[in-house]
């Protein structure tokens, strides 16, 4: 089902390739927001159904899949601050079953994959999933020596000091018959006692709130200095393996249950079931003594036990067949709405949200909620289909509201009890224009449909204050310009100093030296005083000059003038405009080469009567992105930004160099696995520039397969059609020619 409630069945290729871009967008912001900023934006529920729908897409459409595309990825990238670590065996994530039919849909797939084997006893596991950070670590000859977080599946960042400090975490195994080398996975968590006490301590402290134990683990775990992660007393749970040397054990049972030997903490709820009913039972046992666990968990983890049958039944787009997570319902409470704010984000997106009168929902207590947008509040779907029951029912000030904790995380409104309603509330009326800089907040029409968009943005772009801090992250992102050091972290600090305003202005922070290096000395004072509370230490500390000097300055710099020069189309992505992503920028840079060309035409689109006449035919391009670009060339409050930023950089000529002894070009190139000489967008501009096709699925017309290690079902399909297969190296060989 698509956003604005079509079967996908019935898209055109066109309209295809518009829904999996606007999906691959959305699952790559919430990605980003769990993974990387320990902070989801969405319901895991939301995402699933997302997901599924991306992979419908692309199961319906195999031309249409994208080199990077997220149905081969795991989660998010690997956070700034850290070394990478490469997993010789991915971590993945799970399946999910939300009720009792799915599982019993997990087990029936089961039988019907070992039918043959008539007398065989399918055996699994039923163990809590707990909701923390996974984490493996890396034991040689029974000795600790390497530990990283999952990242995204593939590369994770090194914690092995920060990990060292958590005593669930043996240094060296204990007992007998561990492999000469194993990685054991678990999960690693804050109890609800000391999350508390951090909450208090920091508190007294003066220090930040925290919100969840999740996020609050997550962040401890990637702390800078291992001893503020020492101070948070984290708690870890082991569960799975990864590489080894030898197999632990023939089961997933016996082999946890050697973890416990070896000295791990392990679930002493795990156990064996032959049965979807012993499942179930299992299921709704630990759902009931879920609240006095004394920790988080969202849910109960099913594997089939046998190791030897797990890899009979293998894995299918980034998950293993064998297993699947079963998540625990949503717990509900009541409360009331006392305002409604509205928020605005990288894109200008007017976000409502409701303040409520604190209620505490699943150990959590909870004073917002989102109300998504503009018709959310009214009651109603991108359709104009009612969400909260048969009727359209809107949100107002003053109503008393069902809330519950979708995937406990995301607060959500499930019912508005009317009988409740004061007789003095109205509707809400939704702001036309933006609460921060003034500037008119549209809904775009989307042609197809006929219809507005469900989500109003302010049309100031680069001159609202609201966007600025989430524009300048994007700006600097890996994708975008990729300024090493300069992460969101030091962006909001430099932001909340008034040293960054747009994005020219990090181009001149080495004019501002003394102003930066103070900004970053208090931060460094505050976050030691938070230590010093932490350890229960008060004392004032008055820093040297030669202790204010920050070390990482010059390399910071150094940093910021290595992207003077960027690539046409990471700097066309890197503004932030909305609906031109990555792909976008690229075809754009592809069509008009130089930045001024770019900037001509898409101050000539923006100036026409009809704007689709006068922009260029580009493919993969429609009416949205057409337009997106009317709103940014047509607002002249923009020009200045982007004429102070282009005296700063000078954006590279994109060049096709296809000379008559390239070796590719004309051929249609698939990438697939993990490159390791290269990322996947170096590899495809590489391609392109040689004038080769770059497509996301092989199929008879593919000339050429790059395979990296970990590639699968496209190396597959490569050998089926007799298409040439590359390793990277060979690949590299060739375009040098």
């Known amino acids: ?348 997106t007017l976000a409502p949200v409701a303040r409520l009168a604190p209620v505490s929902v699943g150990g959590v207590v909870v004073e917002n909620v989102t109300l998504h947008n503009e018709d959310y509040i009214k009651g109603i779907d991108s359709t104009g289909a009612p969400i909260r029951g048969d009727e359209p029912i809107d949100v107002r000030v003053g109503d008393t509201v069902v809330i519950q904790r979708a995937g406990d995380v995301i607060p959500q409104i499930v019912r508005v009890v009317l009988e409740k309603r004061p007789a003095d509330a109205v509707p809400y009326d939704f702001p036309h224009t933006c609460p921060v800089c003034g500037s008119p907040a549209t809904r775009e029409h989307n042609e197809k449909t006929g219809k507005e968009d469900s989500r109003r943005r302010c049309t100031g772009e680069m001159i609202c204050p609201a966007q600025a801090v989430e524009r300048l992250r994007h700006f600097v992102s890996r994708g975008a310009m990729d300024i090493e050091g300069l992460g969101a972290e030091n962006i909001e600090l430099f932001f909340s100093a008034g040293l960054l305003r747009n994005a020219a202005d990090i181009f001149t922070l080495r004019d501002r030296r003394p102003e930066v290096q103070q900004a970053l000395f208090e931060r460094r004072e505050a976050q030691a005083r938070e230590r010093e509370a932490a350890k229960g230490i008060s004392r004032k500390k008055v820093l040297t000059a030669e202790e204010r000097t920050y070390e990482g300055l010059d390399k910071l710099f150094a940093a910021i003038d290595a992207q003077r020069e960027p690539e046409l189309d990471r700097f066309i992505f890197a503004l932030g405009i909305p609906h031109i992503g990555e792909t976008t920028g690229a075809a754009l840079a592809r069509t008009f080469g130089t930045v001024e060309e770019w900037v001509r035409a898409g101050k000539e689109t923006a100036a026409a009567e009809d704007p689709k006449s006068v922009f260029p035919s580009v493919d993969g391009i429609g009416g949205t992105v057409i337009e997106a670009m009317v709103d940014f060339f047509g607002n002249p409050r923009n020009d200045d930004v982007l004429d102070a930023l282009l005296v700063q950089v000078r954006p590279k000529p994109y060049v096709v160099t296809v000379s008559a002894d390239s070796q590719v070009a004309g051929k249609t190139v698939v990438f697939t696995g993990s490159l390791e000489k290269m990322t996947r967008g170096e590899a495809k501009a590489m391609a392109e520039r040689l004038g080769a096709k770059v497509a996301g699925s092989v199929s008879a017309k593919t000339d050429i397969v790059v395979a990296g290690p970990g590639a699968g079902s496209k190396l597959k399909d490569a050998e089926k059609h007799g298409v040439l297969v590359l390793d990277e190296d060979a690949w590299l060989e060739l375009v040098a020619k």
């Open 1 to 348: 089902m698509t956003a604005d409630g079509r079967e996908l069945e019935s898209l055109s290729e066109d309209e295809a390739r518009v829904e999996l871009a606007r999906l691959h967008e959305l699952l790559s912001a919430a990605d980003r927001a769990y993974f990387e900023k320990d902070a989801p934006e969405i319901t895991d529920a939301a995402y699933d159904a997302m997901k599924r729908s991306y992979q419908a897409l692309e199961s319906a459409f195999p031309e249409l899949k994208r080199p990077d595309s997220l149905s081969d990825k795991v989660a998010g990238a690997p956070v700034e601050g850290f070394a990478k670590v490469r997993h010789a065996v991915p971590m993945l994530s799970l399946a999910k079953a939300y009720t009792d039919q799915d599982v019993l849909d997990f087990i029936d797939r089961g039988r019907r994959f070992f039918e043959r084997d008539k007398d065989l006893d399918l055996v699994f596991t039923a163990e809590p999933k707990i909701d923390g950070l996974s984490a493996s670590l890396r034991y040689e000859k029974g000795v600790f020596v390497q530990g990283a977080t999952r990242g995204d599946g593939a590369v994770g960042e090194d914690i092995t000091e920060n990990l060292r400090t958590i005593a669930d975490i043996p240094h060296k195994l204990a007992g007998s018959g561990w492999p000469e080398m194993i990685e054991i996975r678990g999960e690693v968590y804050m109890t609800y006692a000391e999350f508390q006490a951090l909450k208090a301590r920091s508190a007294a402290a003066g220090g930040q709130d925290y919100v969840n134990p999740r996020n609050t683990a997550a962040g401890s775990l990637r702390q800078k200095d291992a001893s503020v992660t020492a101070s948070r007393n984290l708690k870890f749970f082991a569960y799975a393996w990864g590489a080894a040397s030898a197999e632990p054990a023939a089961t997933q049972f016996d082999a946890v249950q050697k973890f416990g030997e070896w000295g791990f903490r392990i679930s002493p709820l795990m156990v064996r079931a032959r049965s979807a009913d012993d499942l179930i039972a299992q299921y709704k046992l630990i759902e009931a003594q879920r609240a006095s666990l004394g920790y988080d968990i969202d849910g109960v983890v099913y594997k089939l036990d046998s190791l030897e049958l797990q890899r009979r039944w293998g894995f299918v787009t980034g998950e293993p067949r064998w297993a699947i997570a079963h998540k625990f319902p949503a717990e509900q409470a009541t409360t009331t709405v006392k305002r409604i704010d509205i928020q605005v984000g990288r894109t200008g």
